[in-house]
Structure formats: structure tokens, C-alpha cells
């Protein structure tokens, strides 16, 4: 997958928005309508938009470790990335841990004030049919995702669209947001969005956007150390929804390797070690049929299988032996287990 995109400015201080206007949303739970936001009238939201109460996960200290650090200046100097080729993988901890040895020796972490993993929570947008979703799913070459991005331990707030270009390139674009308006689209993020729909598809965007899942996880991100390709590192990976939340197995970690041509030095390491890419694994679609809000869900299914959860069709989840979900884990089970 190609992807365009800007650098997030972590580190950099944010500005407060002047007067909002005032918005309601809210997420449908057993059948009835349940507020999800406060009207943004001065008392912007401090909430959780839907029942994510999942305690910060640690992340194993030899993945960070090891590694020589970076500044984000220097990380954006060797690997900005703009137009690049993704390739996602569902690695055991066990194996991205054997991994280690070899990554050690071509790249460097990301670390800013003494911190190398960080915490991102996502709102993702979608409306009442669920269309990013279904688009996905269909392969439709015309296609964008809306969400909503707070670095927790920067305190930035981005709204995000992603689009997918006819080329088949995917290009991001975001506008910064007071970290306080997480999760509330707003006329200025949501006139955000329709420009930037509208500059690429030469089309008008209709959708009436509500939240529809929530999403939070530590990232540790690597650069090579000659430059021209990233790593990110997703673990404790939880997601809710109108209808509940889950986390995934700690012992599950999702690594995505962003190169110039698909086989950067990271993909070399992951396929020595019999890992091979996972590609049909958008975060979101897959939270979305792993927690039975959508009514059709084959063409995730590899990534729902890696991952350890299949929802059946009376929202019950299949796991695999080996791979048990977190939920039948003590929280410290799950710790060692990393």
C-alpha cells in the first residue's frame, strides 16, 4: 500500500481553539440512543466516547532497550516517508523478540524526553451504514476513513482523513486539533474533511459522520539507520464499540513496515523467521467485524485468524489455542506473556 503523509509535530506545543460550535453526539447501545460526548459549549470532553477501560499496557523492556535512540528531527531526516509501500504483520512475541538480535544492528527508536513508547487513542468516524467500512471490504478504489488521533503522552490531537487514491496510493491528511475537542466533530473539523474529499474525488462527501469506535495502543516506532524506511510497533491494543470492548492478546504484537518498494530491511529480518505480511489489516475494519458491528466480514478473516479472534454469528469469539484473547488472562499473566 502506498501511503503520503506528514510527520506529526509530538513534542511541539499545541494551541487552543477559539468558540466551538455546538455539537451532540452519541453511540446506540441495546437499541437505544446513549449520550457518547458532551455538547461542546465551553465544557468540552474529558470522557471516553464508549467503554474502553483498559489500563496502559507495558510494553517488554527488551523491545525498547536495546536500541540506540533518535530525536524526531533526526527520524524525519532519514525517513519522512511521504510516498511509501506498507506492509503489515501479526507477530508472537516470542518471534518479534528473536527479531531483535537483527533489528538492533539496522535501526535506531524514536525517543523524546527520555520516552520511547507512546500512547495514541483513535476515535474512527463512519456513519449509520457504515460506509468506510463496506468500501473496504468491497475493494472500492474511491474510498476514505475519518478518525480522530490524540498522542496522550504529547498532548496532541490530529483529525485525520485517509484516502485512497485511484493509483493506489493513500494519502493522509490532518488538521491539528485542541486535545480537549478528542472525538467531537465539530464545523471546522468536519469542513476539514469535506475539503479534503472534495480536492481529490472532484466529488462532494455526504456522509453524516458519528463515532463508531474507539481504539488505544503503545507504538514503539524504529528508522533505519541509513535511512528510507520506518517501523511501528503496536502492543496492548484495545477497541470498543456500541457493543463492548476487547483487548488483544499481549502476546500479539502488530508491526508495520513502511519502505520504499514493500521489501525493506525489516521485511528481509520478519521473512527469515517465517512471517509473512497480513496486508488486509486495517485496524479498524478489523475491530469493527471482531466485535460484530457489521454483517460481513470474510475479506478480514486472515487478519481475525493471526490475530486469535473470529466473531461467530451470535457475537461469541473463536480463538485459537495458542493464541488465547487477553480477556481469559490476568492482567499479569498477560505481562509475563510479553
Same mark, same amino acid.
Given at each position: 500500500?502506498?501511503?503520503?503523509?506528514?510527520?506529526?509535530?509530538?513534542?511541539?506545543?499545541?494551541?487552543?481553539?477559539?468558540? +466551538?460550535?455546538?455539537?451532540?453526539?452519541?453511540?446506540?447501545?441495546?437499541?437505544?440512543?446513549?449520550?457518547?460526548?458532551?455538547?461542546?459549549?465551553? +465544557?468540552?470532553?474529558?470522557?471516553?466516547?464508549?467503554?474502553?477501560?483498559?489500563?496502559?499496557?507495558?510494553?517488554?523492556?527488551?523491545?525498547?532497550?536495546?536500541?540506540?535512540?533518535?530525536?524526531?528531527?533526526?527520524?524525519?531526516?532519514? =525517513?519522512?516517508?511521504?510516498?511509501?509501500?506498507?506492509?503489515?504483520?501479526?507477530?508472537?512475541?516470542?518471534?518479534?523478540? +528473536?527479531?531483535?538480535?537483527?533489528?538492533?544492528?539496522?535501526?535506531?527508536?524514536?525517543?523524546?524526553? !527520555?520516552?520511547?513508547?507512546?500512547?495514541?487513542?483513535?476515535?474512527?468516524?463512519?456513519?449509520?451504514?457504515?460506509? =468506510?467500512?463496506?468500501?473496504?471490504?468491497?475493494?472500492?478504489?474511491?474510498?476514505?476513513?475519518?478518525?480522530?488521533?490524540?498522542?496522550?503522552?504529547?498532548?496532541?490531537?490530529?483529525?485525520?482523513?485517509?484516502?485512497?487514491?485511484?493509483?493506489?496510493?493513500?494519502?493522509?491528511?490532518?488538521?491539528?486539533?485542541?486535545?480537549?475537542?478528542?472525538?467531537?466533530?465539530?464545523?471546522?473539523?468536519?469542513?476539514?474533511?469535506?475539503?479534503?474529499?472534495?480536492?481529490?474525488?472532484?466529488?462532494?462527501?455526504?456522509?453524516?459522520?458519528?463515532?463508531?469506535?474507539?481504539?488505544?495502543?503503545?507504538?514503539?516506532?524504529?528508522?533505519?539507520?541509513?535511512?528510507?524506511?520506518?517501523?511501528?510497533?503496536?502492543?496492548?491494543?484495545?477497541?470498543?464499540?456500541?457493543?463492548?470492548?476487547?483487548?488483544?492478546? !499481549?502476546?500479539?504484537?502488530?508491526?508495520?513496515?513502511?519502505?520504499?518498494? =514493500?521489501?525493506?530491511?525489516?521485511?528481509?529480518?520478519?521473512?527469515?523467521?517465517?512471517?509473512?505480511?497480513?496486508?488486509?489489516?486495517?485496524?479498524?475494519?478489523?475491530?469493527?467485524?471482531?466485535?460484530?458491528?457489521?454483517?460481513?466480514?470474510?475479506?478480514?478473516?486472515?487478519?481475525?485468524?493471526?490475530? !486469535?479472534?473470529?466473531?461467530?454469528?451470535?457475537?461469541?469469539?473463536?480463538?485459537?489455542?495458542?493464541?488465547?484473547?487477553?480477556?481469559?488472562?490476568?492482567?499479569?499473566?498477560?505481562?509475563?506473556?510479553?
Amino acid at each position: 500500500m502506498f501511503t503520503k503523509e506528514s510527520s506529526y509535530p509530538i513534542g511541539d506545543s499545541i494551541m487552543r481553539a477559539g468558540h +466551538q460550535s455546538p455539537v451532540l453526539l452519541t453511540a446506540e447501545s441495546g437499541g437505544e440512543a446513549a449520550t457518547a460526548v458532551k455538547i461542546a459549549t465551553g +465544557q468540552p470532553n474529558m470522557q471516553p466516547l464508549f467503554s474502553l477501560q483498559a489500563p496502559h499496557s507495558t510494553v517488554p523492556r527488551w523491545l525498547i532497550e536495546p536500541f540506540h535512540p533518535v530525536s524526531l528531527e533526526q527520524l524525519d531526516a532519514k =525517513a519522512d516517508m511521504l510516498d511509501r509501500r506498507d506492509n503489515k504483520y501479526v507477530v508472537r512475541a516470542d518471534v518479534l523478540h +528473536q527479531a531483535t538480535s537483527e533489528l538492533v544492528q539496522q535501526f535506531d527508536i524514536l525517543e523524546i524526553d !527520555g520516552k520511547r513508547d507512546f500512547t495514541y487513542d483513535t476515535c474512527y468516524f463512519d456513519d449509520a451504514e457504515r460506509s =468506510a467500512y463496506f468500501d473496504h471490504h468491497k475493494g472500492r478504489r474511491i474510498r476514505c476513513k475519518v478518525r480522530m488521533r490524540k498522542y496522550v503522552d504529547a498532548g496532541l490531537c490530529f483529525v485525520e482523513v485517509k484516502l485512497k487514491h485511484m493509483r493506489g496510493m493513500t494519502i493522509k491528511e490532518r488538521l491539528q486539533r485542541p486535545v480537549e475537542m478528542y472525538g467531537i466533530m465539530d464545523d471546522k473539523a468536519r469542513r476539514f474533511v469535506e475539503s479534503s474529499y472534495r480536492d481529490l474525488y472532484r466529488r462532494e462527501f455526504d456522509r453524516e459522520l458519528r463515532p463508531a469506535l474507539e481504539m488505544r495502543y503503545q507504538r514503539v516506532t524504529l528508522v533505519a539507520k541509513h535511512g528510507g524506511e520506518r517501523v511501528t510497533i503496536d502492543t496492548g491494543i484495545v477497541f470498543a464499540g456500541k457493543s463492548g470492548s476487547q483487548m488483544i492478546d !499481549g502476546r500479539l504484537i502488530l508491526v508495520e513496515v513502511k519502505s520504499g518498494n =514493500a521489501n525493506g530491511i525489516a521485511d528481509k529480518i520478519l521473512r527469515r523467521l517465517h512471517q509473512h505480511p497480513t496486508n488486509t489489516c486495517s485496524k479498524y475494519c478489523v475491530a469493527m467485524a471482531a466485535l460484530n458491528e457489521v454483517s460481513k466480514t470474510n475479506k478480514f478473516l486472515v487478519a481475525l485468524r493471526r490475530l !486469535g479472534v473470529v466473531p461467530t454469528s451470535g457475537g461469541a469469539w473463536l480463538a485459537k489455542p495458542s493464541r488465547p484473547v487477553v480477556g481469559a488472562m490476568s492482567e499479569h499473566r498477560q505481562l509475563e506473556a510479553c
